[in-house]
């Protein structure tokens, strides 16, 4: 699929760009939106791990009542 990008801002920023890096427009463009994609990706993780912390709390919280101390620990209180 080709484009064609007939914005003034877009133009002049691609031109300022340019003139740092003396990469071309193809390139320019290509970076920009595979950065783009990788922060769409990195949110959209942190919103599926943000959906599962409070299962993964409360699994986690079950597994830590399990323990009983006294398997642990001797009657005076040290490791056994």
């Known amino acids: 699929m080709a484009i064609n990008i007939k ?4 133009d002049d920023l691609i031109q300022r760009i340019r003139q740092l890096t003396g990469l071309g427009p193809t ?3 290509k970076a920009a939106l595979e ?3 990788q922060e769409i990706r990195r949110q959209r993780r942190q919103v ?3 959906q599962k912390l409070p ?6 919280q079950a597994k830590a009542n399990d323990f009983a101390s006294d398997a642990l620990y001797d ?3 040290l490791p056994q």
Not at 7 to 10: I, K, L, Q
Not at 55 to 60: C, H, M, P, T, W
Request: no cysteine; hydrophobic share 45%; glycine share 4%.
């Open 7 to 10: 914005n003034a801002e877009v």
């Open 27 to 29: 390139e320019i463009v």
């Open 35 to 37: 950065r783009e994609y």
């Open 48 to 50: 599926q791990l943000a």
């Open 55 to 60: 299962s993964i709390q409360v699994a986690a």
């Open 75 to 77: 009657e005076t209180g």
